[in-house]
């Protein structure tokens, strides 16, 4: 194989492998009439999937904000109880078509992006989202308070089930309010 056409399927091979993770998993439909000024500010993390850049934390919140150029900073943080500590990752978030829509690609390591998709909303008070990647692994329910009504965690399960994603293994994240950042 020339070393042209080795250049070309390398370069077709990161363009997939970058926009792969861009996706969503089958049945999940971003929200309509998503209104970015009205998400900004914190969310509290109230379940996730375990994956390894959150394992073991508690007090999880995620603080969105707009930056200049429209597009929107990340901070990440939560408690890191076994060593004692604060963790944070700040990151980047991009629409990933027009910005009524809630599907955005989220960087936290340089020009790698993966799905951020807000498949339901509170839309009337902005209270909670149900959230996924681009695959079923990587699932969040979001809140304004650390707390949320039995039903609400209810109708995550229940959605989040009919979707496809692996429900006992969600991650009830404690709260802890003797711990403050």
């Not at 970058?18 to 089958?26: F, H, I, Q, V, Y």
């Not at 629409?95 to 339901?120: A, I, W």
């Not at 990647?133 to 989040?160: C, I, K, M």
Request: charged residues 25%; negative net charge; aromatic residues 14%.
């Amino acid at each position: 194989m020339s070393s042209l056409v080795t250049l070309r399927v390398a370069a077709i091979a990161a363009m997939l492998l970058l926009t792969g993770c861009l996706g969503k998993p089958a049945g999940v439909k971003p929200v309509k009439d998503f209104e970015v000024q009205r998400y900004l500010g914190t969310w509290y993390e109230i379940a996730r999937l375990d994956h390894s850049f959150e394992r073991g934390l508690s007090n999880v919140t995620a603080h969105y904000s707009l930056n200049n150029d429209g597009n929107i900073r990340v901070l990440n943080k939560g408690y890191d109880a076994e060593e004692g500590e604060w963790k944070e990752a700040e990151g980047l978030a991009k629409f990933v078509g027009d910005d009524s829509t809630g599907h955005l690609k989220v960087s936290f390591f340089g020009p790698f992006y993966s799905s951020y998709v807000v498949f339901e909303l509170d839309h009337e008070g902005y209270q909670y989202a149900f959230v996924s990647g681009f695959n079923t692994n990587y699932l969040w329910l979001l809140a304004r308070s650390p707390e949320v009504s039995d039903d609400l965690q209810a109708h995550f399960v229940e959605s989040a089930d009919r979707l496809g994603f692996d429900v006992d293994k969600l991650i009830f994240v404690e709260h802890d309010r003797q711990v403050q950042p």
